[in-house]
C-alpha cells in the first residue's frame, strides 16, 4: 500500500462494486484486491489527512478491507453506495486509531511521570541509609574515644536501649553516677559531632538514655 502522490478518479459508484463484492462473498480473494486496487487511493488519503502518519493509515486500510473480506455482507445497499460506505468505514477506524495513539500517549506520559517522582523517593532512600552508615561510624568511632565508663554506659543505652536504670543495674553502678557519666559522655559526644546535631546520629543519641529512666 502506497503513498498518495495526487488525486485520482476512480469508476463511478456502484460500477463493479456489486460484481466484485459478489465474488468476494463466493470466496475470491483476487476481488479482495480488486477492490483494494479500486479504493486504495482515495480510502488512504482519508485515513492519511486524519492520523497524519503513513504507517497507521496503512493499517487502517488493512483492518478495513480485511474486515470486508471477512464480512462482506456489512455492506448495506440502504446506506447508500458502497464507495460512500467504505470511506466512512474507513474514518470511523481512522478516529478510532487516534483515540488509541492518544490513549497510549496518556498511559506512557502518566508512567513517565510517576517514573521522575518515584526516582527522587529512591534516590532520597539510598541517600538516608548511606547517611545513617556515615553516622553510625563516627558515632562509633566518637565513643571509642570516651573514658571506659562512659563509654559502657552509653554503649549500654545507645546500643542495647538500655535505660538508665538498666544501665545502672548491668554495671552495678550507683544510678547518681550512671547519670553523671552518661551527661558528661553525651556532651564530649556532641562537641566531637557537632556537625551532625539534629542528624539521624545527634537525635539518636539525644534520645538514647533518658535521664528519667524511662524506656525507649
Known amino acids: 500500500m502506497g503513498a498518495v502522490s495526487r488525486p485520482v478518479?476512480?469508476?463511478?459508484?456502484?460500477?463493479?462494486?456489486?460484481e466484485i463484492l459478489r465474488r468476494i462473498r463466493g470466496g475470491d480473494r483476487g476481488a479482495v484486491d480488486e477492490l483494494y486496487?479500486?479504493?486504495?487511493?482515495?480510502?488512504?488519503a482519508l485515513a492519511r489527512r486524519i492520523?497524519?502518519?503513513d504507517g497507521l493509515a496503512e493499517d487502517v486500510l488493512q483492518e478495513v478491507f480485511l474486515g470486508v473480506w471477512r464480512d462482506p455482507s456489512a455492506y448495506?445497499?440502504?446506506?447508500?453506495?458502497?464507495?460512500?460506505?467504505?470511506?466512512?468505514?474507513v474514518h470511523h477506524k481512522a478516529v478510532d486509531a487516534v483515540r488509541r495513539e492518544e490513549s497510549q500517549r496518556r498511559r506512557q506520559a502518566r508512567a513517565e511521570?510517576?517514573?521522575v517522582l518515584d526516582v527522587p523517593g529512591a534516590t532520597r532512600h539510598v541517600e538516608d541509609d548511606a547517611w545513617a552508615r556515615v553516622v553510625a561510624d563516627q558515632v562509633r568511632s566518637a565513643l571509642g574515644e570516651l573514658p571506659p565508663p562512659q563509654r559502657e554506659a552509653l554503649a549500654l543505652a545507645y546500643y542495647?536501649?538500655?535505660?538508665?536504670r538498666e544501665v545502672a543495674a548491668l554495671t552495678g553502678a550507683p544510678l547518681g553516677t550512671v547519670k553523671t557519666r552518661m551527661l558528661a559522655g553525651m556532651r564530649r559526644l556532641k562537641a566531637e559531632l557537632g556537625g551532625l546535631s539534629g542528624s539521624a546520629g545527634g537525635g539518636a543519641l539525644d534520645g538514647a538514655a533518658p535521664l528519667d529512666g524511662t524506656t525507649r
Open 37 to 44: 486496487e479500486r479504493f486504495r487511493r482515495p480510502a488512504f
Open 113 to 115: 511521570d510517576q517514573a
Open 9 to 18: 478518479s476512480r469508476p463511478e459508484d456502484g460500477v463493479g462494486d456489486d
Open 160 to 164: 542495647g536501649g538500655y535505660t538508665q
Open 76 to 89: 448495506d445497499r440502504a446506506r447508500g453506495s458502497f464507495a460512500s460506505w467504505l470511506l466512512a468505514v
Open 51 to 53: 492520523l497524519a502518519d
